[in-house]
């Protein structure tokens, strides 16, 4: 059983799971390309922004097995192929606990109002259900990131790519430029250690016709 976490850094937060998979020998080699001289933020920001443009943003690569959640698994894609926000979240919490840095995944229901017409054509809904972030305990605090947008997306949707210094929240952007909604959070989750994927799925059932009609997600392992 998948347990929500609370504020306590527990051993779990710093040691590999099914999901992340942080002492995988792929894993622990592209982490420790990012090692910064200038101590963990410095890292943690250098990784950021690796995981977040090497690995294009792909709500489309999803999959209802167990096995297909796992940072080793997304480690190995091309640029090209990519992953949706459960894929990096997890590679970016993987890559943190390889280098001695605690982190933990967040889940929450959100909409996002530009560029999903057809996703949501699909899912039939416009709430994007378990879009997932990822939280590092840097300077004795908790700290959230998303890597989940590269920067040719957001150029695409005409928003600024979301930028991370390591002390900061950085969950989403609120409005585009012009003052337009992009993306609004209406349900939390909370923290795991891992992805909690028996939850997941059953909100997925819950939330959207498409995944009880057996038509999404296309990608089935």
């Not at 796992?70 to 890559?95: N, P, T, Y």
């Not at 949501?120 to 947008?149: K, N, S």
């Not at 028996?198 to 009609?213: D, G």
Request: hydrophobic share 45%; net charge negative.
């Amino acid at each position: 059983m998948v347990t929500r976490l609370e504020g306590a850094v527990g051993p779990e937060l710093l040691s590999p799971n099914a999901s992340v998979d942080s002492d995988h020998p792929l894993v622990v080699e592209y982490a420790r390309r990012f090692v910064s001289p200038e101590g963990a933020v410095a890292t943690a920001v250098a990784l950021y922004g690796a995981i977040r443009d090497g690995f294009r943003y792909n709500p489309y690569e999803v999959s209802l097995a167990p096995e297909a959640y796992r940072a080793s698994e997304v480690v190995q894609r091309s640029k090209a192929r990519g992953g949706h926000c459960i894929d990096k979240a997890l590679l970016f919490a993987a890559c943190a606990r390889a280098l001695g840095i605690p982190s933990r995944l967040h889940f929450a229901n959100v909409r996002n109002h530009i560029g999903t017409a057809r996703l949501e054509a699909m899912l039939g809904t416009d709430l994007l259900v378990f879009h997932g972030y990822t939280e590092l305990h840097l300077e004795g605090r908790w700290v959230a990131a998303t890597p989940a947008f590269n920067v040719e997306l957001c150029a695409l949707l005409k928003v600024p790519p979301l930028e991370w210094d390591g002390r900061t929240d950085s969950v989403f952007q609120a409005f585009s430029p012009e003052g337009g909604r992009f993306m609004e959070y209406v349900h939390d989750y909370g923290a795991f250690a891992e992805v909690p994927h028996a939850l997941m799925v059953s909100e997925w059932e819950k939330h959207y016709p498409a995944v009880r009609a057996g038509t999404w997600p296309r990608v089935n392992a």
